[in-house]
């Protein structure tokens, strides 16, 4: 029996302790990568950019700025059409912020230049969107993981100014960096390696940036002498506009490949509609104003039938009569694998027109915003003759000189409400962030009108959407320091 | 019991041996006093020596005596009884003994056995009989009402029920909190017992906390379900046992819906008047109900076909509604055979089961084939146990391309839906179909299907040596594991050009749109989805284990046992267990296949999607247990464990804990009492335990990247960090829990009372925190936050009258649970959890509030709770906050069965009640969204006063609230139902969740005294049973079953949706014929 006792004995031990170590030893995942490196996260990175630009998080402005209008089809969207929001009905707030602890991954991750200046204006750009959406938001707390749980907010206009710093750091970084630094090449989705180019963009968002803040007088001496001391690198034109193309493909795999604005109001891989193609329909001020002075855009931007643009009111209830309701056109929607615009040349040019009518750079006016016309018709698949036709149209031409109905000189708002106005036609649905904040920082296009849902009544346009619901759940004692959001009168401020 | 007794003895008495003097040799029958039944494996002594045997499965008993002799007749449970042997042939009747509640042994932990009066907690011992009396296709659901803190809800109906068990509660915020399901000795996945042959089951064994089931480890937090399966008998006669059983099952209760109004979904003129507003004409191409009131005539119906035919249908509900007539009556029917043989030192034990099921949906169908096969050899000192089974399940079902729920409630009543059962006809077809919105629930049934097969091992071997009296050693060895495969599918769409035209302009002025036009292009390609999975055979892993794992598991355990000075009687146990779980799956799928009808993933346009995974967790542990007893009325049990998992970091991975137990048996103690025929029997108990849970997904300490949405495209690759930022400081959660009780016997054991008290707390709970996105992340997982759960439980049986004084036969019992939650904190300004989201409505774990919380949207009201209405339009205003709305899981759950018997008729009942817990009827706010819910016709679709509403007659800053008796809400249909405050809250849709039910019901015949006759049929019996065959709910709740749930998972408790079908009964027969 003792012999039994023994071998039973031996055995507990033994099993016990012999593989122990490494039986236990599970810490591996062998289901998703613990390493990466800077190129798959900048592909990444970009590419989720893209996706947030043009993706459907900004559709409300599309609709509230006059592109788009809630399908007559569908059971009426309140939110939407009655501007009833909560915090819980917009938020334009999650995915920018997990996009920025990618690119700050990579500034941190990796000690190579041209990697961490891109990271830095990738972040800018990020937070600038921040900012434009939600004013005060955590910045100098913000992506520390479990270090700061609960970061509290920056002053937008701080944020603001420690951006251009940061696009100033990463111009230099680009500058400097030795000949043997890395390139990241194909990883880099947006200009293929092309760092003059990135210089370009990084100084067409200083430009951005700096305009923005045009109606803070006290801050313009400071933003003129920043921009101007980067000028001379040059700015984006027709030829280079900030796109991402990692490679599109017209599938519907691995959460979907097309192009972000066609997986946004577009076709699925065997044609069925996306679901804001179903939900959206051409706004009738849209298809009036981009067919107002022979502008042939109306037609390209929307779809039609007959040769004829089916548009709906924003509010409006009932099927517009005469066929099937628009929905955006091949000339937003080019093609599953189109490009995904970060930043459209004609946005950069018509903020070059801007900045030369208004001093901060050198260059005539009249001859960015003709260019920025031009952009705007070839992107959406027209000739840059047709443009021509339709910019040396005396209500179309850039206003300088003498106006002959008054007979007096025409003004800087006369300029200003232009170059707006055409930005707006030119940023026609895939840009409707961007012409929602130019609208609130100078208040052109002048005439969108609001919303006929019955019951609205709007006192005027959105100024802001409120903070997410998300924030008042993890965040709650720092976002209710921003006090209560209205979103009729709480503005960004750098809003008129 | 009977048989669970005789398993017992036959190991004991294997230590007899026979030898003795040739004299005389006497047979004889022992009887139980109580039912006549003849008692197997009674031990028979000849007094003062040790001459004995014991009686077989007829209760004879053949023995060899000196010719004078006095016999001793002992058996577990009974009074031992002395008869002196005169003649050949002694019969005799025992008596059941008076403390038989203190002598019953459980399988507890580890299989140790224990007498009941040793325990120091609360347990539940379930027989074979008490689950299978209604022979639910689940044993588990056979569990229901039977024993106090044992909560099992089955959160929906088909083909293979998802059900889901808690004991005391939930104790984890997330992860699991299912009862630890122990299969002979092994801890097996909950997923498994659907596995489990309900006619295999010798009895369940029911350990309410973590005290009692401290032994079994970081698994055995949320107590545990101990099932024993039948080894054999010992009686030298083999029998073989038949049983049929077939069921029906039908809707019971189908959601209030209402039949008064017709088609309209807000469209204008020409259906809506335009001056007045008055909807004038329904909308025949309308998935909604707002239209007028139904007028019986002949109505247009959908979209005219291209040839300009129009259907038409009478303007009124038929007298079937045609959404419930959509539900057949399902049946099924199970076939059963064991085989059981054995003697005193072997045993075999054969079972199989066949259950056929169709069900309430049209087309869906399940099978499921089980065999298991046991055996045992004693050879001297050595005896070796070894079971193994197999289950086979194949289910046909829908496969979901819309809740079928949903498109009933988008058809309007009047809708003839029957006659689309064709769905390639004209009218029925995507493409000419009435419903502009919506597609055939006939064709979503016809072309959407999924079908899956599982297949599930599970065996054991058990080795056990007993060189000595004082010593035994046991080896275990035991694998369960199984595969899932499942492949889903849809067929192809194909639109006509016609549809795609948008022939509502045609027909009805405008562009309304049609499913084809919304589509927009002629083929929606069919989709296949493939998914394969090794583990426990069922679709889901739940990373953190048990549930989806497979697992293997050793176990050695030695076994010290001795009398000192009599009196104290120890018991040492120290054991070893190493067990390791896995699961992986690989699946597939495409949405665009190449080739019309035809199934297969190769052949695509694309990309298919992939999807690969795997999962390991080992643990080691080792424990030990130390019992005392003294003098058979004190006992202390003391227990410590230490667990190495490998989940954790090498530096937290091995952790203690301890428990301690004990009990007192107060009438054995005192003298005064002993004998004492009003307390027969009294015990008090008391535990203490610590069980450490490692509440953890394996690799979850180290940050990963995931492949960013749409990458690779072609050689680009992107990765992204995870949006969870992961944590490798995480240490187990540790519940501790205090236990209190008493166990009492009235009038020689007839009456028996079980009361207990439990307070556990569970600390450190691994929680994944939603953070703000601005930290980079939008989840991490900490150890915070600390749960409450205390509680009471009450257990009363009574045998009111025996039958074996009498023909008539009595016995009622009922068991009631108090579970009480709190969450007594959670981390920093986090002092909410948000678990599961719906629409207008959360689950959560809040700080102060019961576990699970149910938080909803609701509209303004003034402090007396009544709703406030503005003054000009009457209608309600939404309140920007989530109200708290009431606990989800139930806080009282009251079980009570009878069970009458006259002569050879047994009629045998439950019923439970639960209450306590509200539920969020989220189909009933689709069900109002589309205008067929009766809530939504509630106001006959005029504009109405509401019901107690108030109108602020003072100002903003001082209120002052008067009743409204005269603004009428500005608009009755839609405007109000539709959309608007009151619709957008979601405190319009919850219900109490009370309800009482009748669970069981079943009238046995037992035919046996007319079949004993031919010579190969022992036993016989037939029984008409039923399963949950009337419910009462409160007039507030007209909806569905409060039972049912979105998921077995913890935050969709309480939460339904349209995924979940209608209640039903289930009603049918049973033959059982022993050989």
């Not at chain 1, 106006?403 to 030119?426: G, R």
């Not at chain 2, 539940?124 to 009402?145: C, D, M, Y």
């Not at chain 2, 056929?356 to 146990?385: C, E, H, L, W």
């Amino acid at each position: 029996m003792k012999k039994y006792i023994s071998i039973i004995f031996a055995t507990l031990t033994l099993a016990g302790s012999s593989c122990k170590k490494d039986f236990l030893e599970l810490s591996k995942n062998p289901n998703v990568p613990t390493v990466t490196t800077p190129q798959l996260l900048l592909s990444g990175a970009l590419k989720s950019t893209a996706d947030i630009v043009n993706g459907g998080s900004y559709v409300q402005y599309a609709a509230w700025i006059g592109y788009l209008s809630w399908s007559t089809g569908y059971q009426p969207n309140i939110a939407l059409l009655s501007y009833q929001m909560t915090s819980a009905t917009y938020d334009c707030w999650t995915n920018p912020y997990l996009n920025l602890a990618n690119y700050n991954t990579i500034l941190n991750s990796t000690t190579e230049p041209n990697f961490q200046a891109i990271a830095k204006i990738m972040i800018a750009f990020d937070f600038e969107a921040l900012v434009d959406n939600y004013n005060n938001v955590p910045y100098t707390q913000a992506l520390q993981g479990t270090k700061v749980l609960n970061p509290t907010y920056d002053n937008g206009s701080a944020i603001y100014d420690d951006l251009l710093k940061q696009i100033d750091a990463a111009i230099a970084l680009i500058q400097n960096a030795p000949a043997s630094a890395a390139n990241p090449g194909s990883s880099d989705i947006m200009y293929g390696g092309n760092m003059n180019n990135w210089l370009k963009f990084a100084n067409t968002l200083k430009l951005r940036i700096a305009l923005r803040q045009i109606n803070v007088s006290a801050k313009s001496a400071a933003l003129m002498a920043d921009v101007s001391a980067t000028s001379a690198l040059g700015y984006l034109d027709a030829t280079n506009p900030a796109t991402v193309n990692p490679g599109y493909l017209n599938s519907d795999a691995d959460g979907g490949q097309e192009s972000p604005l066609w997986r946004n109001y577009g076709t699925t891989q065997n044609g069925g509609a996306q679901t804001n193609k179903a939900e959206y329909q051409a706004n009738t001020y849209g298809a009036n104003s981009l067919s107002a002075n022979n502008d042939p855009r109306s037609v390209v931007v929307y779809t039609t039938t007959g040769g004829v643009v089916i548009s709906s009111a924003f509010g409006q209830t009932t099927p517009p009569a005469g066929g099937t309701p628009s929905t955006p056109g091949p000339g937003v929607l080019k093609s599953p694998t189109m490009n995904a615009t970060i930043m459209s040349s004609a946005e950069a040019l018509f903020l070059q027109s801007e900045a030369a009518k208004d001093g901060y750079i050198t260059g005539d006016p009249v001859a960015l915003y003709n260019a920025g016309i031009t952009a705007s018709f070839l992107d959406d698949g027209l000739t840059a003759a047709q443009a021509q036709a339709y910019y040396s149209q005396a209500a179309i031409a850039y206003p300088t000189g003498i106006n002959p109905v008054t007979t007096l000189p025409y003004t800087d708002a006369d300029m200003e409400q232009a170059i707006i106005t055409q930005k707006w036609k030119a940023l026609a649905i895939y840009g409707a962030f961007e012409a929602f904040n130019e609208y609130r920082r100078t208040g052109y296009p002048n005439d969108i009108p609001l919303s006929i849902y019955p019951g609205a009544n709007p006192p005027n346009q959105v100024t802001r959407i409120p903070y997410p619901a998300v924030e008042y759940k993890t965040n709650a004692a720092n976002v209710a320091a921003q006090g209560t959001v209205n979103v009729f009168t709480s503005k960004i401020f750098w809003a008129k | 019991m009977k048989k669970l007794l005789l398993g017992i003895l036959c190991f004991l008495v294997l230590c007899f041996t026979q030898v003795l003097a040739q004299n005389r040799t006497v047979t004889g029958t022992v009887t139980a006093k109580e039912d006549g039944l003849p008692i197997p494996g009674v031990t028979v002594k000849v007094k003062g020596t040790n001459v004995g045997t014991q009686t077989n499965t007829a209760g004879k008993f053949t023995l060899t005596v000196p010719q004078t002799a006095t016999l001793v007749f002992s058996f577990i449970g009974y009074e031992t009884k002395e008869q002196p042997a005169t003649g050949a042939v002694v019969n005799v009747t025992l008596t059941l003994a008076s403390s038989q509640l203190g002598e019953v042994v459980v399988t507890g932990a580890l299989g140790v056995k224990r007498q009941a009066k040793e325990l120091g907690y609360a347990a539940t011992n379930i027989t074979a009989a008490t689950l299978t009396e209604t022979h639910p296709t689940n044993f588990v659901n056979g569990l229901t009402g039977q024993a106090p803190g044992l909560v099992i809800s089955t959160v929906n109906n088909g083909l293979n029920p998802d059900v889901r068990f808690t004991l005391r509660g939930n104790r984890h915020i997330t992860g699991n909190n299912f009862a630890l399901v122990v299969l002979n000795g092994v801890p097996v996945s909950p997923s498994e017992v659907n596995s489990i042959n309900p006619d295999d089951i010798e009895s369940v064994n029911i350990l309410n906390g973590a005290g009692a089931a401290a032994l079994y480890g970081s698994e055995a937090s949320n107590g545990a379900l101990v099932i024993t399966t039948k080894k054999g008998s010992a009686g030298g006669v083999p029998t073989v046992t038949y049983s049929n059983s077939f069921q029906l099952e039908s809707i019971s209760y189908f959601p209030a819906l209402q039949t008064q109004f017709g088609s309209y979904g807000g469209e204008g003129p020409p259906f809506q008047d335009p001056v007045t507003g008055f909807i004038t004409t329904p909308v025949p191409f309308e998935n909604q109900s707002y239209g007028p009131a139904y007028n019986g005539q002949l109505t247009k119906v959908g979209i005219p076909l291209q040839d300009g035919t129009y259907q038409y249908a009478p303007y009124s509900t038929p007298k079937v509604d045609p959404r419930r007539a959509f539900f057949q009556t399902g049946h099924s029917e199970q076939n059963s055979v064991s085989y059981a043989a054995g003697d005193a030192n072997n045993s075999f034990n054969f079972t199989a089961n066949r259950l056929d099921k169709t069900d309430i949906v049209p087309m869906d169908s399940y099978n499921r084939t089980q065999m298991r096969v046991s055996g045992s050899k004693t050879v001297g000192i050595f005896r070796a146990d070894a079971t193994a089974s197999f289950s086979q399940d194949n289910t046909d079902g829908y496969g979901n391309y819309g809740d079928l729920l949903s498109t009933l409630f988008n058809t309007p009543s009047w809708i003839p839906l029957e006659n689309y059962k064709n769905v390639s006809a004209p009218f029925s077809d995507p493409s000419t179909y009435f419903n502009s919105y919506g597609i055939n629930p006939y064709w979503s049934l016809q072309n959407s299907r999924s079908v899956s097969r599982s297949d599930v091992f599970s065996g054991s071997f058990t080795g056990t040596l007993t060189p000595a009296k004082w010593f035994d050693a046991t080896y275990r060895l035991a694998d369960n594991s199984g595969t899932y495969q499942n492949q889903t599918t849809r067929a192809e769409i194909d639109y006509t050009p016609y549809a795609l035209s948008d022939p509502t302009a045609i027909a009805y002025g405008a562009h309304y749109g049609t499913v084809a036009q919304a589509f927009g292009a002629p083929v929606n390609p069919g989709t296949v989805s493939n998914y394969v999975g090794f583990g426990d055979g069922s679709s889901t892993i739940g990373y953190g284990g048990p549930q989806g794992y497979s697992r293997i598991q050793q176990d050695m355990i030695l076994n010290f046992h001795k009398t000192f000075f009599n009196d104290f009687k120890t018991n040492l146990l120290l054991g070893n267990t190493i067990w390791q779980e896995y699961a992986n799956f690989v699946s597939n799928g495409t949405n665009n296949l190449l080739i019309k009808n035809f199934y297969n993933v190769n052949y695509l346009l694309g990309v298919p999607n992939v999807g690969q995974g795997n999962y390991t967790i080992r643990q080691i542990a080792y424990f030990g247990d130390l019992s005392l007893g003294y003098k058979d009325y004190l006992f202390v049990d003391g227990t410590l464990r230490n667990d190495n998992d490998s989940r954790l970091a090498a530096a937290n991975r091995s952790f203690w804990y301890p428990s301690v137990k004990g009990s007192f048996l107060f009438t054995q103690a005192i003298d005064a009492l002993k004998g004492n025929k009003t307390i027969s029997y009294g015990k008090l108990r008391a535990s203490y335990s610590q069980v450490g849970d490692v509440n953890l997904n394996p690799y979850s300490l180290i940050n990963t990247y995931t492949a960013t949405s749409g990458f690779p495209y072609g050689n680009n690759g992107g990765l992204g960090l995870s949006t969870t930022l992961n944590n490798a400081g995480l240490k187990p959660e540790l519940s501790s829990e205090v236990e209190f009780g008493t166990d009492l016997g009235f009038f020689d054991g007839r009456y028996n009372l079980s009361v207990t008290y439990y307070d556990t707390h569970t600390k450190n709970q691994t929680l994944p925190i939603a953070t703000s996105p601005t930290t980079g992340y939008q989840n991490t997982i900490l150890n915070i936050g600390e749960t409450q759960n205390t509680g009471y439980e009450f257990k009363l049986d009574a045998q009111v009258l025996q039958k074996g004084k009498s023909s008539v036969g009595l016995n009622l019992g009922a068991n009631f649970s108090i579970q009480d939650s709190k969450v007594l904190s959670l981390f920093g300004q986090t002092t909410q959890l948000p678990l599961g989201g719906y629409t207008n409505a959360t689950t959560e774990a809040v700080v102060g509030k019961p576990y699970t919380a149910l938080y909803v949207t609701d509209v303004m009201r003034d402090p007396e709770g009544r709703v406030i209405v503005d003054p000009t339009t009457g209608m309600p205003e939404s309140n920007p906050n989530l109200v708290y709305a009431g606990q989800t899981t139930p806080k009282y759950i009251l079980g009570l069965t009878q069970q009458v018997s006259w002569k050879f008729i047994t009629l045998s009942l439950t019923e439970e009640y639960r209450a306590g817990n509200v539920i969020y009827n989220e189909s009933l706010v689709s069900a109002t969204a589309a205008g067929v819910s009766a809530l939504s016709a509630e106001g006959g679709r005029q504009r109405f006063i509401f019901p107690n509403s108030v109108i602020n007659t003072g100002t903003a800053a001082n209120p002052v609230y008067t009743p409204n008796t005269t603004i009428s809400t500005s608009d009755g249909n839609l405007n109000f139902w539709d959309s608007g405050a009151y619709y957008g809250s979601g405190s319009t849709y919850v219900t109490s969740g009370a309800f009482w039910k009748l669970r069981e019901a079943d009238l046995e015949f037992n035919l046996t005294q007319w079949v004993k006759k031919s010579k190969f049929i022992k036993k016989a019996s037939f029984a008409f049973n039923g399963r949950n065959l009337l419910m009462w709910r409160p007039k507030t709740n007209n909806w569905t079953d409060p039972e049912f749930a979105n998921s077995n998972t913890n935050g969709d408790i309480g939460v339904n949706s349209t995924a979940q079908l209608p209640p039903t009964r289930i009603y049918g027969g049973n033959l059982t014929i022993t050989f």
